[in-house]
């Protein structure tokens, strides 16, 4: 069965550090997203992808976040300079085929900025 | 704000008995409704959607949807002890869940055997 993938697990990074967390989406879906977990806290949603732009983004998508989709598999996020408040799950998610109801999540990266 | 809530439990059931859970939002635009599970440490999974006014089954779950009360809600029949995890809602305004999930802060539940 498809799956969405996520590297690293587990990231760990110091304050104001540059991050990378990568995705590859199920192979035949159109949209992407990103939403986060902080412990203990409810999922948020960050930002959605469609036709290689941005379609949405939240008040926490700030201009340290980016996203791209630099080669037709892989979708990154980007924190730029990363703050403590940043520490969470970050999960990426995809959506399409013939299942259009159904965003599919992937496991996840645990990112802890100390 | 445009709210998902729920009440976050923890909600004790006994095996073989039903678990009800329960999600009131706040955007009436919303039109699709979705139940994840989450074991912890874990990413959320569907259970189900809803997105027409009344019942829907799908094995020992039924989600209900009441649009005018703007109310969903999850029953698991016959809980298993692999029940237990956290049971999120999130909504959507569109139809066909390609618009942001707003998900609301889960329910823990925990089935006991």
């Known amino acids: 069965e498809p799956e969405v993938t996520q590297t690293p697990s587990h990231q760990v990074t110091q304050m104001g550090q540059e991050v990378i967390l990568r995705c590859v989406p199920i192979s035949n879906h159109l949209y992407f997203y990103w939403y986060r977990q902080i412990l203990g806290q409810k999922v948020e949603f960050l930002v959605s992808f469609y036709n290689n732009e941005i379609s949405e983004k939240s008040e926490i998508f700030d201009d340290q976040f980016s996203v791209e989709r630099p080669d037709g598999s892989n979708f990154t996020l980007k924190i730029r300079s990363t703050k403590l408040e940043d520490s969470a799950m970050y999960f990426c998610?995809?959506?399409?085929?013939?299942?259009?109801?159904?965003?599919?999540f992937g496991p996840g990266t645990r990112l802890t900025v100390l | 704000q445009k709210e998902v809530e729920q009440n976050s439990g923890p909600l004790s059931v006994p095996e073989g008995a039903i678990a009800s859970l329960n999600c009131t939002y706040s955007?009436?635009?919303?039109?699709?409704f979705f139940w994840y599970r989450q074991y912890s440490g874990k990413s959320p999974e569907l259970i189900m959607f809803i997105y027409s006014n009344g019942d829907k089954e799908d094995g020992r779950f039924t989600a209900q949807l009441n649009k005018a009360s703007q109310y969903v809600s999850l029953l698991i029949r016959d809980s298993q002890p692999s029940d237990s995890a956290t049971y999120l809602c999130?909504?959507?305004?569109?139809?066909?869940?390609?618009?942001?999930?707003?998900f609301g802060t889960g329910t823990r539940l925990t089935i006991i055997p």
């Open positions: 999130a909504a959507t305004i569109s139809n066909f869940g390609n618009e942001k999930l707003t």
């Open positions: 955007d009436r635009g919303s039109q699709s």
């Open positions: 998610a995809s959506l399409g085929g013939h299942t259009y109801n159904e965003q599919f």
